[in-house]
């Protein structure tokens, strides 16, 4: 039997109907499921979540376990790691404004747009939470968050001496979700997590490149860093 890649689910949804059928007197053949309600012929029977109370105040926890299954018409060789390792990709591009102080080379977010495909976008608040939120961590990485090492130790091991951004840092944000939905997803979803913070480093290297004419492949860019940079520009010019 081919077996499905909500496996954990079906096997709560299962039980639940078992426990639905004995409660209510219902044949277990009889108990469908769907949008969040048990039925018969049709007809509401009970709410997932009246269900589950109940449930856990008679049993303790429903607890069930179920293996992911990569879906079979992706290929991914995990000896060579190559082919499709995820069954949606999320995407995102960033475009930031900064200020630089050619004096002082202090760098200065001024508005970061932000625009992500996520899928379905099912908590579109926490969604744009999470986006603002790690764009702000990329921009830390892009421009500030020096990590020091002597002695195969870190100097700078607490935040007292680790510098990160602050609300004081913090640009105007402007998030947009694009849903495009992915047929192997909860209700379309893709991912979120992690990706809002790829976006920030590269974003600010590209503002400050298109603000001073100076391009560094390293990061964070730092006014140390774009003091050196600057002097080998004047370095080639002489």
């Not at 630089?100 to 608040?125: H, I, K």
Request: include cysteine; hydrophobic fraction near 35%; charged fraction near 25%.
């Amino acid at each position: 039997m081919e077996r499905s890649s909500f496996e954990g689910a079906e096997k709560l949804i299962k039980r639940l109907k078992k426990y639905v059928s004995d409660s209510f007197d219902v044949p277990v053949e009889e108990v469908t499921y769907s949008k969040g309600v048990f039925q018969r012929n049709g007809v509401s029977v009970v709410e997932f979540f009246e269900a589950a109370r109940s449930y856990e105040k008679k049993h303790g926890p429903l607890e069930v376990i179920g293996d992911y299954l990569h879906p079979a018409e992706l290929y991914w060789d995990d000896d060579r790691c190559q082919g499709d390792a995820y069954q949606g990709y999320a995407w995102g591009a960033n475009v930031l404004e900064v200020e630089v102080d050619t004096d002082t080379w202090e760098v200065r977010p001024l508005r970061d747009t932000v625009v992500v495909d996520v899928g379905t976008a099912v908590n579109p608040l926490l969604a744009v939470g999470q986006v603002e939120g790690g764009s702000l961590q990329g921009l830390g990485y892009g421009y500030l968050e020096v990590i020091e090492v002597e002695g195969g130790k870190y100097k700078n091991d607490r935040l007292s001496n680790y510098i990160i951004p602050t609300s004081v840092d913090c640009p105007d944000f402007f998030v947009e979700l694009t849903e495009v939905p992915c047929s192997r997803g909860a209700f379309g979803a893709k991912g979120l997590g992690e990706m809002p913070l790829s976006g920030g480093g590269p974003a600010v290297a590209a503002a400050i490149e298109h603000a001073t004419g100076l391009f560094s492949n390293k990061l964070p860019i730092t006014g140390e860093v774009l003091t050196a940079l600057e002097q080998k520009g004047d370095e080639r010019r002489s």
